[in-house]
């Protein structure tokens, strides 16, 4: 990110002084041609011609009866004149040189943290949905990467110093390039519920363990995006008509909910916690666990090995090995939960 700044501000710089570079020139024409009218009778047309021959090396020779005066006049314009083009010239060589080192040290810097990526994430399609998945993702601070395959959705992702992949999701390298047979999760975002449908199918052929989450336009495109391999298919359309009509019967539960689910905000967070092997959860229950005293956390669910799931476990819920725990509370409270019981 102090890369781009860096460069941003040396490219403003530059642009900068190729415009004064390029105002100094016109001056030079400008204030030499009114020179030859006023202080030696010529034209306008004159002087600029005559200006205009010479600095661009032409030179059809002196204009007729030219005086010494003129010479030394014209001697004094060749000067400042062609330091005016040299530096305007220099400026723009060193915009076009340090765009294309820029944009080359861009890419090196992204190729190198894709190719350091391990359990990320993937997201398809960058339009109004996925450009809202990457903020979210962002601001919780995980590691992914977006595909798409529009020029002006990558240059929105640098500046918000996103990487991004240029390239069709429906391709096969492009999924390898983003690192598929190494990341944990993909996302398919795009626009088209057929493009979702062959990415998943895509995608679940590079990545047997990958977790696949695809949105569906449309009702019946969910099992076959089912069947083509995604774990969870989402309707936006039903979501949203359910949390507004929500929020017309409950308001304050809804209100609740997002203050819950705005990362934005950093108030409340629920995080998920797997019971592995090697925790020092397993075998123990929630009021062995005391987390509700100690910790400040609520236990809200809980997913047992076999997919069940479990709302408001009792306080006498034994956890066991490939459960997975539901938890609502502070991101304090969830770090100091973690350096116990990672």
Do not use: W
């Not at 400026?91 to 810097?109: C, D, F, K, S, T």
């Amino acid at each position: 990110m102090a890369l781009r700044l860096f460069r941003e501000e040396t490219n403003h710089a530059a642009r900068l002084q190729l415009k004064i570079g390029c105002l100094l020139l016109v001056s030079v024409f400008l204030v030499g041609a009114s020179g030859f009218k006023f202080i030696f009778g010529r034209t306008f047309f004159e002087g600029f011609y005559f200006l205009l021959i010479t600095l661009t090396t032409i030179g059809y020779g002196e204009l007729p009866n030219f005086s010494e005066g003129e010479r030394l006049y014209t001697t004094f314009l060749i000067i400042i004149g062609y330091s005016a083009m040299a530096f305007a010239a220099t400026m723009a060589l060193r915009l076009l040189v340090e765009g294309e080192m820029g944009r080359a040290m861009e890419q090196r810097r992204m190729n190198r943290q894709l190719t350091q990526m391990q359990s990320h994430i993937i997201v398809c399609g960058y339009g109004r949905m996925g450009e809202e998945i990457a903020d979210n993702l962002r601001l919780a601070k995980k590691q992914f990467v977006v595909v798409d395959n529009a020029d002006e959705a990558i240059h929105r992702m640098e500046g918000k110093n996103i990487v991004g992949i240029l390239g069709d999701a429906t391709n096969d390298d492009v999924l390898i390039k983003a690192g598929i047979e190494r990341a944990k999760t993909l996302i398919c975002a795009a626009t088209s519920d057929a493009d979702n449908v062959f990415i998943t199918i895509s995608a679940r052929q590079l990545n047997k363990n990958l977790y696949i989450i695809s949105r569906a336009l449309d009702d019946s495109v969910s099992a076959k995006l089912y069947q083509a391999g995604a774990n969870k298919v989402i309707l936006p359309y039903k979501i949203g008509g359910r949390t507004i009509s929500n929020a017309a019967i409950k308001p304050a539960v809804v209100e609740f909910m997002e203050t819950v689910s705005a990362l934005d905000q950093l108030q409340i967070f629920i995080e998920e916690f797997p019971v592995s092997a090697t925790s020092s959860m397993a075998g123990k229950t929630i009021y062995e666990l005391n987390l509700n005293k100690q910790y400040n956390i609520i236990v809200v669910g809980m997913q047992r090995s076999d997919g069940k799931m479990i709302f408001n476990p009792r306080s006498d819920s034994r956890f066991e090995v490939g459960d997975l725990l539901i938890c609502m509370g502070t991101e304090e409270s969830f770090e100091k939960f973690l350096r116990d019981f990672a």
